[in-house]
């Protein structure tokens, strides 16, 4: 009788050791296959944020942020490009706060009850900045010129402008 309770339990414990092969088996599968997954994932995104980077270079191209020689322009008439960056933006922004239907530097009048107004602007290098305008339903962009008087004034100049004709 009790060969017999050591056979049965040596059977048990040989069914049990296999069961717990076979588990950690499947575990282990399963932890090697998602870790395939995660690398091909890691992989098609590391492709993703280069090719991310090369379009942001791209972009920034033409940024004053990314221009060394029209920031050193800039240093080398002793301004801190810190901080003109944004007044230059800005002096075109305040250009929105005008009276009546013509805009400051904007060459069109709106076409609706709203003003036209500067709604996004890139400065692309010591001399050039690029804005798009609206008044709510029709957009257009304008290319302008700028300078630093010896009075450290800002001065504006359109130099081109275009206004997107609508599809009906």
Do not use: C, R
Not at 97 to 110: A, C, F, L, M
């Amino acid at each position: 009788m009790k060969s017999k309770i050591l056979m049965y339990l040596f059977i048990f414990t040989v069914l049990l050791l296999i069961f717990q092969f076979v588990n950690s088996k499947n575990i282990l599968d399963k932890y090697e296959a998602d870790i395939v997954k995660v690398k091909a994932k890691l992989a098609e995104s590391e492709k993703e944020v280069k090719a991310l980077e090369d379009k942001n270079f791209e972009l920034s191209y033409f940024d004053i942020s990314g221009n060394e020689d029209a920031l050193t322009y800039f240093e080398a008439e002793g301004y801190d490009t810190e901080q003109l960056i944004p007044v230059i933006i800005e002096g075109l922004y305040n250009m929105n706060d005008y009276e009546g239907d013509d805009h400051p530097i904007v060459p069109y009048v709106s076409m609706t009850d709203s003003k036209l107004l500067i709604n996004k602007i890139k400065v692309l290098n010591h001399k050039w900045i690029i804005a798009n305008f609206t008044d709510g339903e029709f957009w257009g962009e304008i290319f302008v010129s700028y300078e630093i008087d010896e009075e450290n004034k800002l001065k504006y100049k359109l130099v081109e402008y275009l206004m997107y004709p609508t599809i009906n």
